[in-house]
């Protein structure tokens, strides 16, 4: 109970909350049977790595085009 | 006759009643036009209207299994605009509203290239004033460049269904090929309006200057008419699955560092648009059903998500997520819109957006494309990243803006509540929305696994971006310009042309003055021999220099007919 109260304290309410319904989602795998399009979706976790994973890229990359693409507000003013 | 009209036709000429409606009567009048087209809708499959003139058929309207699903979702758009905008007393608005969707829709029912055209033009100049409608300097600048693309797609149009009818004898149409001159062209016409990776520049450009109601017309109908047109002409041509696969994949990072919201929802109707290409690429009857479910589906949580911006622009009179936040508490309705919108967009089971991009994936999976199934994947949790958290988290959640607007006016929140209802409608009851699609389906998008896989993909995705924030990762948002595609007609060739210009100025400048030193040493050397070094002994005047001139003009021209 301690856990969850510092928990909720430290990450926020709905943050905690958002990471019970992953922990549930990756419990859930190993209730049924879980198959993708592909081989390689069967691999454990899959979709839920895929997911994180890809945020992470696209907002590193995003970040990392921001001194490529980013100008002043009023560039073609 | 009447019968015989094509849907829409009714609502294009019947706006021109509405500069003399009032108000409400405009309104009212509006709706009536919708009502009435979609009534066409029921006149069942063939071509009913076929115009002869000067021995050319142009089929006016025709309409099949393709068409039809299109047509019932622009009509909703439509009554949905209508009811989003009826707060505003500008006719002018009203006016481009309507005949924009009238014409979309009957451009829709054209069986042949050329009353396409004349359809896809007129789309092009009643949607232009729906941007200059955003009042402002750069609205207008946008506008300008919008038509000057949207006529030159018409123009590529007009060239391939000329060069067609000259090589086929007939202009219908159908399936083309981009192997000839004429399909390439008609292609190239279509890709520009679907926005294809570089010729997409003029939708995030335009799209988020025109008003809060123009911006919801506007993501509607032109470029699902593209994809509709796409569908119709070339399906299953390959090149469209890498195509598409583009268009889902660069948008994505554009997006996340976009600071204006509405421009982050049209770099997500690009890779949206995106989809539905691949999707027309694969050809097949179950991927074309998914291009249809995912634009159907798309111009409505779409449509809701910028009607939730549009809101918030017209009640706080900003769309940058730099300015916005905390509205939440003061726009509560229109944030569980916009909620559901975003929700809807990144495919959360239960949703429309789920059902229709299921048909996608699992026709990508068919055909074992898994290069571009992993890049739909990965643009899936991208989608989830700037539409489904940025659009609602930095306007209605993220920091206090210290704005404290009113909630959105009643009609707003009507419009974006048939909206909300019609997201969760079909994603709850896919059944009855499969039935509209081109094919029949046999198709079920809930099974533990395929559910259970979505969960995990957008859950984590969105845990990552709770990670991100939580741990201050993620950098604020600027008031900034990111570049685009349109970057290419607004800086590089003005630039270019501009420097080009001036070398050829300053080269031009350089050679006269050569010249006339060359010409006045030549005259200063026959000065010399004839005047300061008396070779010539005797006066010679101005007239004799003539002479001599004349004489050595004879001389070239001689030798030069000599030469040649």
């Keep these: ?62 970040v990392a085009l921001r001194s490529i693409f980013m100008r002043d507000e009023d560039y073609y003013d | 006759m009447i019968n015989s009209l094509p849907p829409g036709f009714i609502m294009f000429i019947g706006a021109f009643l509405i500069p003399f409606l009032p108000k409400l009567g405009r309104q009212v009048y509006m709706i009536f036009l919708v009502i009435l087209s979609a009534f066409s809708l029921f006149n069942g499959f063939g071509t009913h209207l076929i115009i002869n003139v000067l021995d050319y058929d ?22 949905i605009t209508i009811i989003y905008g009826s707060h505003k007393d500008d006719w002018k608005e009203n006016l481009a509203v309507i005949s924009y969707a009238g014409a979309a829709i009957a451009a829709l029912h054209a069986g042949d290239l050329f009353t396409l055209f004349f359809w896809w033009e007129a789309t092009a100049f009643t949607s232009v004033f729906l941007i200059l409608g955003g009042n402002t300097s750069r609205a207008y600048r946008a506008a300008f460049r919008y038509i000057v693309i949207q006529v030159g797609s018409g123009m590529f149009l007009l060239a391939g269904a000329v060069l067609f009818l000259h090589s086929n004898g007939n202009a219908l149409l159908g399936q083309m090929s981009i192997d000839d001159t004429s399909g390439l062209l008609i292609f190239l016409a279509f890709g520009i309006k679907a926005a294809f990776p570089f010729l997409n520049g003029w939708l995030q450009d335009t799209y988020p200057e025109a008003s809060e109601v123009g911006t919801v017309a506007l993501s509607s109908f032109t470029t699902k008419l593209a994809i509709y047109a796409l569908a119709r002409s070339f399906a299953g041509t390959d090149i469209l699955i890498y195509i598409g696969a583009l268009m889902t994949f660069f948008p994505i990072f554009f997006a996340v560092i976009e600071n204006d919201l509405r421009r982050v929802l049209a770099y997500s109707l690009n890779n ?120 609602p988290f930095f306007a209605f ?99 270019v042309i501009s420097n080009l210009v001036n070398g050829l100025k300053i080269l031009n400048e350089k050679f006269s003055l050569n010249c006339f030193k060359s010409f006045n040493s030549i005259k200063n050397f026959f000065h010399d021999i004839m005047f300061e070094n008396k070779v010539i002994d005797r006066e010679a005047g101005f007239d004799t220099q003539i002479v001599l001139q004349i004489f050595g003009i004879i001389v070239f021209i001689l030798i030069f007919l000599h030469i040649s």
């Design chain 2, 397 to 495: 959640f993220a920091h206090e803006s210290g704005h404290k607007p009113k909630e959105a006016p009643l009609n707003m929140i009507v419009a974006m509540a048939i909206g909300s209802a019609l997201c969760i409608l079909i994603g709850v009851f896919p059944s009855i929305f499969y039935q509209i699609l081109p094919y029949s389906v046999d198709y079920q998008p809930y099974d533990f696994s395929h559910v259970l896989s979505q969960l995990q993909l957008l859950t984590f995705a969105a845990f990552a971006f709770i990670c991100l924030w939580h741990f201050k990762i993620y950098p604020p948002e600027l008031n900034s310009t990111v570049l685009n595609s349109d970057w290419f007609y607004r800086r590089m060739f003005p630039a």
């Design chain 2, 272 to 391: 949206q648009l995106g989809f539905m290409v691949v999707a027309v690429g694969i050809g097949t009857e179950l991927a074309i059903n998914g291009a249809v479910a995912h634009a159907f589906a798309h111009i409505i949580y779409k449509g809701l998500l910028f009607m939730s911006m549009g809101a918030v622009l017209y009640r706080v009179g900003t769309c940058k997520a730099s300015e916005l936040g905390g509205l939440f508490k003061y726009m509560p309705i229109t944030a569980v819109c916009s909620i559901i919108g975003a929700i809807s967009i990144s495919a959360f089971p239960l949703f429309s957006g789920f059902v229709a991009k299921s048909l996608i994936m699992s026709s990508l999976g068919y055909e074992g494309l898994s290069f571009i199934y992993f890049m739909l994947l990965f643009a899936s949790a991208g989608v989830l990243h700037h539409s489904g958290i940025k659009i």
């Design chain 2, 58 to 79: 142009f089929i006016i309207n025709h309409s099949d299994n393709l068409s039809l699903p299109f047509a019932i979702v622009f009509h909703i758009a439509a009554f």
């Design chain 1, 1 to 62: 109970m301690m856990f969850f109260t510092k928990l909720i304290k430290n990450f926020g309410k709905i943050n905690s909350i958002v990471l019970f319904i992953c922990i549930i989602l990756l419990l859930l795998e190993f209730v049924g049977h879980r198959h993708g399009e592909f081989e390689i979706e069967n691999f454990l976790f899959f979709p839920a790595l895929f997911g994180y994973i890809s945020c992470i890229v696209i907002f590193k990359v995003g």
